[in-house]
């Protein structure tokens, strides 16, 4: 989900955030529901006063919410770690999303697949 920023100063920063928040969900945040998540982006503003965040993971029914509400009270700890990683001034505010596009891929593909087999009626 990274898009290619104007700034190439912001893309830099959002590539470290990526690799940076990936091994800290991994490794140092203690929710095990946060350890199984793929940070799949980051999308930084130019000033770099804020990032967005995407990531993917098998949710349960209505898991996204629990799982967002999660980061949310993980961010000031992940802001926190961050900070001497990055060497900023400032750390940007992070805004977690979930990325649907795994999901997305998967159906195209199913469908793509029901097509070219379609199937047999007996």
Same mark, same amino acid.
């Given at each position: 989900?990274?898009?290619?920023a104007?700034?190439?100063?912001?893309?830099r920063?959002?590539?470290r955030?990526?690799?940076?928040i990936?091994?800290?969900l991994?490794? %140092?945040?203690? *929710? !095990?529901?946060? @350890?199984?998540?793929?940070?799949? /982006?980051?999308d930084? @503003?130019?000033?770099? /006063? @804020?990032?967005?965040?995407w990531?993917?993971?098998r949710?349960?029914?209505?898991?996204?919410?629990?799982?967002? /509400?999660?980061?949310?009270r993980?961010?000031p700890y992940?802001?926190?770690l961050?900070a001497p990683?990055?060497k900023?001034?400032?750390? !940007?505010?992070?805004?977690?999303?979930? *990325?649907? @596009?795994?999901?997305? /891929? *998967?159906?195209?593909?199913?469908?793509?697949r %029901?097509?070219?087999?379609? !199937?047999?009626?007996?």
């Open positions: 989900m990274t898009r290619p104007e700034n190439p100063r912001a893309r920063v959002a590539e955030i990526q690799v940076e990936a091994e800290m991994q490794r %140092e945040v203690r *929710d !095990p529901r946060l @350890s199984t998540l793929n940070v799949t /982006g980051v930084v @503003s130019r000033d770099l /006063g @804020s990032a967005k965040v990531v993917a993971g949710f349960e029914e209505g898991g996204e919410a629990e799982i967002l /509400g999660a980061l949310a993980a961010t992940l802001r926190t961050l990683r990055l900023l001034r400032v750390v !940007p505010a992070l805004h977690f999303l979930i *990325d649907h @596009s795994l999901e997305t /891929g *998967d159906r195209i593909e199913r469908l793509l %029901e097509l070219q087999d379609p !199937p047999r009626e007996e």
